[in-house]
């Protein structure tokens, strides 16, 4: 399993970008993805989380109605546009495989290596 | 809202037993999960419900749920099990939510 992130940079406050991540070594279609944030010297924070066969979407409080997830089962890629972006989204952003292939991420497997995004003016 | 609770810090001299606890609401009814994380790496997958370990993880790894606190149990700690060890619930209204975290120096 590996799961590559990419599309981190550093955006303005206001600002959007779309980061992605590539799934191989599994069934991608049969398992659920989230996407987990880290801010600088802090801890986890589960941002959301998309079902592997129907795509039903879940999203924490703090970015519902600003971030989309979305995935690809033809290409392995899950994706998370955010918008409105603000200071506090400074983070990196791990995408992560759920464990059993329920139909949302409650136990992550494998994780990717991240990737950095950075809100600043 | 529902939230997980974990002591800043743990220290443990090696070859001794660590624990690690994380509070939280109505756990009895949550699966729970550890995971550890070393600087500049991504987290990696400790325990998942509650006690069971994924492949390729120590026996010295334990985990294990009251209903009122989970507790993470390191046995003959290692020099290089000094990490950030993070415990996670999931919750019907919340998602997936993980605790604060907790920095372990063996020392």
Known sequence: VQLLE???GNVQPGGSLRIS???TGFSFSTYAMAWVRQAPGKGLQWVSSISGSDGTTYYADSVRGRFTISRDNSKNTVSLQMNSLTVEDTAV???AKDLSGGATVSTCDYWGQGTQVTVSS | ?????QPPSVSVSPGLTATITCSGEKLANKF???YQQKPGQS????IYQDSKRPSGVPDRFS???SGDALTLTISETQALDEADYFCQAWDSRAGMVFGGGTKLTVL
């Open chain 1, 21 to 23: 991540c590539a799934a």
């Open chain 1, 6 to 8: 990419s599309g981190g």
């Open chain 2, 43 to 46: 987290p990696l997958l400790l």
């Open chain 2, 32 to 34: 729970s999960s550890w």
């Open chain 2, 1 to 5: 809202s529902f939230e997980l609770a």
């Open chain 1, 93 to 95: 952003y791990f995408c």
């Open chain 2, 63 to 65: 985990g294990s749920n």
